[in-house]
């Protein structure tokens, strides 16, 4: 049999609806449509989920003569990337479906994901332009996303990623895998043209070596990344002179960089319990060392904030794995 395209091929994410409401009291949806299950104490997150199918949508995806009911399923999915988890909740033939579900939160951190999915649930004769392979997704929607641990604020949290292929822009240089650049807010940029390099980095596993590598090789990005943009917000504080209020210096500031150094200023001034005290106690550290001293606290607080201590441990679990299987 001679090589067949596996996609692309018809699908129509319209052929699935998906609502989800709050089930227990303490659930409340934000601003941004997400849910946040992390601000009450939760014996149990619970939704109610209604999936309505489009079956006339779902056949216009299928070759002729195949029918949804003898061909298709309904699953229903959860990813959390942070919790390290990705399985299925519930699947079923396809067609309506009322249900509820109900997540512990003692054993999920971050965003956890829930979508619905309808696929094929063995694989058929391939025909051109049609999906063939078991497990090939037809439509597919979002349900809900849903917070259990406080989601970043700020550029003093979470940073833009954005893939760029160095090869083809001259202010970048070749064969790096990724640069800091500061732009109107600071961006990393990854080199997608470094091989293996954008299937590693973006892979969605929770387990595995590429998710080790992936979460290793990410660790040492965030690391080298805050160390270039904490030392550029430090060394604009030096800018300013000594006898400026900390108010004064904030609002001269960059807001991204104020907003950076009111988010790192409890890793490195851990006697301060007030953030406003924090900030004000670091701002004073850095004019008066002229930041030489806060410079050498950076890599133990880009430790502990980041807990990029993780990466390597999960690279030793994999390799303790690999060390056990058979050869």
């Not at 990393?188 to 590598?213: C, Q």
């Not at 990029?308 to 058979?326: H, Y």
Request: hydrophobic fraction near 45%.
């Amino acid at each position: 049999m001679g090589w067949q395209r596996a996609y692309p091929y018809a699908e129509d994410d319209s052929a699935l609806v998906g609502t989800v409401s709050a089930a227990s009291p303490g659930l409340v949806q934000r601003s941004d449509g997400t849910w946040d299950a992390f601000s009450e104490e939760l014996a149990l997150a619970s939704f109610a989920v209604e999936v309505k199918v489009d079956e006339e949508r779902l056949a216009a995806c299928l070759p002729d003569g195949l029918s949804p009911d003898a061909f298709v399923e309904i699953a229903v999915r959860l990813t959390g990337l942070h919790s390290r988890q990705r399985r299925e909740l519930r699947t079923w033939e396809s067609g309506q479906q009322n249900f509820t579900v109900d997540l512990d939160p003692m054993e999920y951190v971050g965003k956890v994901d829930l979508d619905v999915v309808a696929r094929l649930k063995a694989p058929v004769d391939h025909v051109p332009g049609f999906a063939h392979l078991a497990g090939s997704v037809l439509a597919r929607a979002e349900l809900a996303t849903i917070w259990f641990s406080e989601p970043p604020k700020s550029i003093g949290d979470t940073l833009e990623v954005r893939w760029e292929d160095f090869d083809n822009d001259g202010g970048l240089v070749d064969g790096q895998l990724f640069t800091v650049r500061m732009e109107e807010r600071p961006v990393i940029l990854l080199n997608s043209a470094v091989p293996s390099a954008y299937d590693i980095l973006s892979s969605k596993g929770t387990w595995g070596a590429a998710a080790r590598i992936r979460d290793a090789v990410y660790a040492q990005i965030v690391h080298q990344a805050w160390s270039s943009i904490l030392s550029h917000c430090f060394m604009e504080v030096v800018r300013h002179d000594e006898g400026e209020s900390v108010d004064t210096v904030l609002a001269e500031l960059e807001e991204w960089q104020a907003q950076v150094l009111r988010a790192w200023a409890p890793a490195f001034e851990p006697g301060e319990s007030d953030p406003d005290l924090a900030v004000s106690a670091l701002v004073e550290e850095v004019r008066a060392t002229g930041s030489l001293v806060v410079l050498q606290k950076l890599p133990e607080a880009i430790q502990a904030n980041c807990v990029t201590i993780s990466g390597f441990n999960g690279l030793v679990k994999e390799f303790d794995r690999f060390q056990k299987e058979p050869t």
